[in-house]
């Protein structure tokens, strides 16, 4: 019978592995790095050693190479190292190649996202579709996880599972999905109903990368308590709370992070849950300023939403964590004169690109939280206007 993926243990030590490819630096390859060592440790795991290679595509068979994988082996021996983990999606027969060269387990990314998203699954929605992305996964995979079980029982002699068990396992798997995809539009038709019973308040959503502190900003914004951790996917359900400012209500949303290659599989299993984006009138997109590659993360949340088909829909940009841009990017040496400058022409910037729809805050200090708030009161107030032309409404 198949099992799931490889589960990722408390305080396992893992090495890092990721390539540069033409279209790519090394500085950019580092920061993918430690966005795969972020993951790592969000599941639990301590990073050890990094090693990159540079390819103009990755190797059919071992991914990196022969002679990477050997200098990785040679550097395993004698360490105690649990598994190795490949910023890419990895074939059945890599991943067959890989651990038979370097003799403990491979997994790529998203193998380690499916299995943090495991970890943080809580409702009934959730666990149902990260268990039917886990099973999407495996499925092109079941050859090569045959056989990495034949290893493991392995011996002379031993022989492997023909066929006819290979063929079983693909349609139980098969199955599963089918049974999985059936149970979630059930739970999709209680998810919609639910929805419906909200009435006429116009909805606003949170969305962004992940870990740019939604969840805090819900906090501030709604004055309620919602999950809030400097982990990856520390939101896995849609948070959604009524919120009123100066008498005039409105839904606000906490939706899962996006991230880089989320797997593709994950992404339709999710749709459902990002139905509140969808039906959002108003969007916040947050985005940590503080970042190095935030520009880069602007770019694939805005890629999401147009797969979402959400990318026409009202957008309030809100940089957050700019007292931590301010610490990391401007010296103590500054003059305030020269500090107002870079902050004014970084600010002129934005407000070029969002056509003036920017505000910059520090939900940690709650710098600017009241700006913030008067953009969206009137940005609802509007989009109340807009709705119900015709209808007095009340503030």
């Not at 305080?11 to 060592?37: F, H, M, P």
């Not at 693909?170 to 998810?191: P, Y």
């Not at 019973?197 to 969840?215: A, M, P, Q």
């Not at 849609?238 to 906490?254: A, G, H, I, M, Q």
Request: proline letters at 2%.
């Amino acid at each position: 019978m198949i099992e799931k993926q490889q589960k990722i243990k408390e305080q396992e030590r893992v090495i890092l592995v990721g390539l540069i490819q033409k279209d790519q630096t090394v500085e950019q390859a580092n920061e993918y790095l430690d966005e795969l060592s972020f993951l790592a440790e969000t599941a639990g795991a301590v990073t050890v050693k990094r090693f990159t290679q540079k390819m103009l595509h990755p190797d059919s068979k071992t991914f990196v190479g022969k002679g990477k994988l050997e200098e990785i082996k040679e550097y395993l021996s004698g360490r105690n190292i649990d598994m190795v983990i490949f910023d890419d999606e990895l074939t059945g027969s890599q991943i067959l190649n890989i651990e038979k060269v370097l003799g403990i387990v491979a997994i790529d990314r998203s193998d380690l996202i499916l299995d943090i998203f495991a970890r943080r699954a809580r409702t009934a929605q959730a666990k149902t579709q990260v268990e039917l992305a886990q099973y999407q996964y495996i499925l092109p995979r079941l050859k090569g996880m045959w056989k990495h079980l034949e290893r493991q029982g392995g011996g002379i002699g031993t022989r492997g599972p023909g066929e006819t068990e290979i063929e079983t396992d693909r349609r139980i798997v098969k199955d599963k999905i089918s049974l999985l995809r059936k149970k979630l539009v059930d739970i999709d038709k209680q998810s919609f109903t639910q929805r419906k019973d909200r009435g006429e308040f116009i909805r606003v959503s949170l969305v962004g990368y992940t870990n740019v502190g939604k969840s805090t900003l819900m906090n501030l914004i709604s004055k309620s308590e919602v999950f809030a951790e400097n982990k990856l996917f520390a939101t896995l359900d849609t948070t959604t709370r009524k919120v009123v400012f100066e008498n005039t209500p409105f839904l606000l949303s906490d939706t899962v992070g996006f991230i880089r290659k989320l797997p593709h599989h994950l992404v339709e299993s999710f749709k459902s849950t990002l139905d509140e984006v969808r039906e959002a009138d108003i969007l916040l997109h947050v985005v940590d300023i503080a970042h190095p590659q935030y520009e880069e993360q602007i770019a694939t949340v805005n890629k999401t939403l147009q797969e979402l088909k959400t990318f026409d829909k009202p957008v309030l940009t809100i940089f957050n964590k700019m007292d931590l841009y301010e610490e990391r990017n401007l010296d103590e040496w500054l003059s305030s004169e020269v500090r107002q400058d870079i902050l004014l022409e970084l600010k002129e910037k934005w407000e070029h690109q969002t056509d003036k729809n920017c505000v910059f805050i520090s939900a940690l200090e709650r710098k600017n939280i009241d700006e913030l708030r008067n953009i969206i009161l009137k940005k609802v107030r509007e989009m109340y206007q807009v709705r119900y032309p015709y209808k007095t409404v009340h503030f």
